[in-house]
Each structure stands twice: as C-alpha cells, then as structure tokens.
C-alpha cells in the first residue's frame, strides 16, 4: 500500500505542476488583457475587464482551487507533513 501511496504522490505531483504552470500562465495572460484594456480605453476596454472578470476569472480560481487539493493530496501521501506545526 505504501508503494502505490508513493507511485500516486508522484503522478499528483507532476499534474500538480502542469496545473500550476497553466494557472500562473492564465494569470498572467489575464494581467496582459488589463493592461491592453487600458490603453485601449472607452467601451472596448469595459468590455475586456468584463469578460475578464466575470467569465474567465471564475474559472481560473476554481481550476487553481482544484489544483492546491492535488498538491495537498499529493503530498500527504507522499509521506510529507509540511503543514503541522511542530515544536523543536
């Protein structure tokens, strides 16, 4: 059972860090389409900002949600406890 805990660990960590490189990839493509939105301005500009935040974003929180569960899982059962505190 160890053994197959460790195998999973790995596999959830390589689609940890897949998941994680598309999010700050689409977070960035998001900051690009604010930054475009305002040198454009008027009404196209409110138009960007809106599907931005009302349509994409939403998504990519969700996905980015998802993405921190598989880390955790990952490293749970990888045998790793990073997040308890423990006094030395």
């Given amino acids: 059972m160890k053994k197959f805990c460790k195998k999973l660990s790995e596999l959830l960590r390589i689609a940890f ?4 490189l598309l999010c ?9 389409g ?7 301005g008027g009404d196209t500009a409110a138009e960007i900002c809106r599907v931005i935040s009302k349509e994409i974003t939403p998504w990519l929180i969700k996905i980015a949600s998802v993405t ?6 990952a490293m749970y059962l990888g045998g790793e406890v990073a997040l308890t505190a423990k006094k030395k």
């Fill in 24 to 32: 700050l990839f689409a977070g960035s493509l998001l900051f690009l």
């Fill in 68 to 73: 921190v569960l598989v880390g955790i899982l």
């Fill in 17 to 20: 860090g897949y998941s994680i």
């Fill in 34 to 40: 604010y930054v475009v939105a305002m040198f454009i």
